[in-house]
């Protein structure tokens, strides 16, 4: 039977995600359900996509990634369900799938509009309950991808912000900011390998909030306690971090902040 | 097997929530658990009872619902399990099913008061711990609820604030604030049939905070990013919301604020 | 099959711990993951050996315990795997299971360091993902703890603080703070008894905080709403409460406050 994974803005405060939890089950009592993440901030399609992608591949072959982040919940947006090699997607149409899109080969993608797989009453303000838990379900119990309604050439995708070389500098920003106040930025570790390959030997020099950082450390602990560091983090993607503590805070930055990387 | 779906105010800070399910596994290793939710605020029976309420029917038949939100944990309060056509309740009684029976027949109500079913050590202060779980998981394995203890004819209600019609106004408030700040109010969906029945084809005014909402939308996005809107919620009550935004946040409101609504 | 108990300070922001189960079901389909704790304050190696201490026992025999709390991840540290008569501990050796070392027999101790059971490619900064959870995943499955690595004789102990008798009071001091904000101090039921053993008959006398507590009270409610109470709490330690209310916030305390008891 197909695992589902959950990944919503949904939060623990409330009940949403037990609700969802409780329809699956309704329909298929044997449901495994994994959560992903519920703490999504409110309505952050970027920070879902993100999360997303650096997670989905850790899943089991057939595991149903249903991402309930969805400001344009009861309005014109579509939801798809997307097949991959391994794994479904099930998402509105909103970007959220957009580095799915860009690293995996799609095989097929519908929307889903069949309302036999839904609730009975379908309301405009908790699709997560009525449509996309009991379509989970019944995707779970081997329910063909293409019974869910038309194939679709393409889904939206989000504008991502991409560090990029200008001169002799990689530039880059920060784009999410995980519990530890790691700032994870969108430069990742192909990117260092092309600026150690376009300058060999020469040391890094990355500046990031008016602070200075020398080198690329390979874990925490390997520099002083309350010392801010640069380390690829588990995404493969270039963190700023504090050992034993919390660089946001500490640095006082934030989604979005510019990082720049020379040799010299 | 009867699923389980946890509803407590233990938060995630601590193991409590966790422990609760150590002991379900102890006494029946096949239990399937789900967490409704486990953040109600603090001793906030009232909060529980509009979850359980809004939550409960979305189950398979035959879950338990286990609520322990029990500022009377250990004095005298009884714990009691009630059984309708389609769930058990396990709950203390101090007014948390109100809703409950409100809704549903009961078929049976029993004090919970054999020990039998409890663990070994019945302490004073974590009784999820010592007799909502072991209890839970016992049920869940197909225990008969008249085992548990004497039946009883009557539980605890809550008085709960009710929306009503004053001369043509209709006046209610705000019982509940979700996660994404919408304020959630005891005007439901039969109260705004009601009010559309006695005037039809009048427009609605609904005064919050004093501000004026002049429709009911559908959906969020209906209305411009950074608006209040008024919108019937999941829950079939009267939500006010902010598209792409958090109400409660913008408009300074907490629970008990009085919302009116007039037809003009 | 043997159950997989999660404790981290992953948090529920990010997908650190959704991960980990991804990773568990990829080896495992069927394994049964419970969640204990994802919110012990980060890198706070002490807070997750007291959670540790007072939930591992309520969980079924043969439970893989794993504890992912982890600041020198990465670095030189090793990862222990320890087995007692009735679990299996998984953790980093960095103190974390002092009391497990303390309050049980331990069968064998390895170091884990069999790469053959971790994921292909093993980074230095979410072993949570690459080693912890493939290998607990194993374990569920039967492994062998032998097969893990060699077998070491000695595991790292945290100095903890520990209440004592100065003349004819009794020193000690909040070890933790939960949800509730109960203040949890490191006077447990033992040390009461022999205060008890002392003076027998005499009546206590608490201080904290410049506060007066003049009895062990049995539950809270027993105590006034709003009024602190001293109570032996769900893990045998001594705990400032308040009924209906938060002492730490009401009191203005923090972990490492003394509190001293005297018999008059």
Redesign the interface.
Known sequence: MR?I?L?TD??????????M???I??IN?QA?I??????VP??DVQAAAF?LS??YK???RG?IHVIVVD?????GRKIVCLKTLDYLFLAPDNGVLTFIGQKERIERTVEVSNHRYFLEEV????QG?DIFAPVAAHLSQGLELTKLGPGISHIRELEISRAHFSGERLEGEVIYI???GNLITNITRDHLKELEGKFPGKKVRIVIGGKEILEVN?????SKPGKPLA????SNHL?ISL??G?AQGRLGLDKGEKITIELE
Do not use: M
Not at 10 to 18: L, Q
Not at 34 to 39: A, E, G, T
Not at 218 to 222: D, I, S
């Open positions: 695992l994974a990944l949904f939060g623990e405060k409330d009940s949403y995600a037990g609700v939890k409780g329809v089950h309704r009592p495994r994994i959560d992903l993440c519920h703490q409110p309505q999360i650096s997670s850790y899943f089991p595991t400001p344009g919940v009861g309005s309301g405009q303000t908790f309950r995980d519990r530890f390979k874990f925490y602990a390997q380390i690829l983090g588990s963190e050992n034993q919390n």
